[in-house]
C-alpha cells in the first residue's frame, strides 16, 4: 500500500500533535510553518482534560510538568496595587490541568513529532489546487508539491482556510475585545502569584510565566477598519490610547510597550464555519473554530488534532467521511466554548465601575471557575 501524503500548515500546538499521530496511523506528514523556527516566548497555557489524555498517550506529562508554570493564586488589584480579590488556583481546576508556557508546550510537541515528520521552517503557502487524487500545493519559498491531503493548522488567520474557503471576514467575528502580551525581562516578585489590575473595560495582567513574567493587556472595543494584525505601530497606538490614564503598573509597562519589539497583539475573536472541510482539504485548531484568546486554544487543538487523526486512520481511503465523524465529535467540545465567551469577557473585563465591584466581591463568595485559569491567553493554535 502506498505510504498517504499529508501536508500541515503551522507548528503551533495543533500542527506538531497531528504529525505525531499521523504518523503513527501510516501517513508521511511534512509539517510546514511561516516562522524561521520555534517562538522563544509564549503566554503560559493550559493542557487539561481530553489534552491531558492525549499527552499522556504520546508520554509527554512528565516533560509537560517539568516546564509547568509555579502560580498558585490569582490576586486583583486596584489603581494603588491594594488587593481587592484573590482566588487559589487550586480550586480551579483538576489534578491533571498543566499550566506552562506555549513556547514549551509547542517545543515538546515538536520534538514529539520531529522523528517522523518532515517540519520545513521559514515557508508558507501560496495556492492550493486539488483533484480527486489529491492537492497541488505552491509555496512562497520552496518547490510545488503534491500531497493527498492538507491540513491547515495555522490558526486564526489562517492561509489554508483563505486559499481553500474565503476570505478571512466570511467566518472570523470579532468579539469587543483586543489582547496584547508582552514578555518582562525581570523574574516576578512572587513566582506563585499572578497580579490582575482591572478599570472599566480594560485589564492588565502580570502572570509569573517560568522566570521572567509575561504582561498581558485586554480592553474593550469596536472593530477597527482594515485592522492589521501585523501593525506593530497601530498596535502601541492602540494600547497608548486605550490605557491612558490607567493605574497600578499600567504606566510602566506601557512604556516597555513603546520600546519592545515582541510584542503580541490581536483581536479576540470567534471563527463560525459551516464546514471545516472541502474535498481533500480540512482545518484544525483555531483555524476552523477559535473560541477566544482568553483560553482553552491549546487544549482544545490538541483534542481535535488527535480525534482527526484518529477518524483519519479508521477510514485512510475515505477522508471525507473521516472529516466529517472528526468535525461530528470535535463540535461538541468546541461550541459550549465558543458560547461563553461573552461571559467570560465580563468576568474578566467588566464594562462597568457596578460591574467591577460585583467581580471583585464575587472573588469572596464564589471561586470564578470558568475564567481565571484563562486570564493570560495563548497565541493562535
Partial sequence: MTERTVLISGAGVAGPTLAYW????????????????????GSPVDVRGPAARVADRMGITAKLREASTDATSLKFVDDAGRRTGRVPMSVLGSGTDIELPRTDLAAILHEAARDDAEIVFHDSI?????DGGGVDV?????????FDLVIGADGLHSAVRRLAFGPETAFVEHMGVYIATLPLTEP??????????????????VHPSRG???AAFMFRGDAVPGFDYRDTALHKRMLAEAYEGAGWRVPELLERVREADDLYFDAVSRVRMDSWHAGRIVLAGDAASSVSLFGDGSTLAMAGAYTLATELERTPDDAASAFRRYEETHRKLVEPKQRNVSTAAALLIPATRRGLAARNLGTRLVPLVSAARRLVPARAA
Wanted: glycine share 10%.
Fill in 126 to 130: 501560496t495556492s492550493l489546487q486539488q
Fill in 138 to 146: 505552491t509555496f512562497e519559498r520552496g518547490a510545488p508539491r503534491r
Fill in 212 to 214: 521572567h513574567g509575561i
Fill in 22 to 41: 499521523l504518523a503513527r496511523a501510516g501517513f508521511r506528514p511534512t509539517v510546514v510553518e511561516r516562522a524561521a523556527g520555534l517562538r522563544s516566548s
Fill in 188 to 205: 516576578p516578585a512572587d513566582r506563585t502569584e499572578l497580579v490582575m489590575y482591572n478599570s472599566p473595560g480594560r485589564a492588565v495582567a
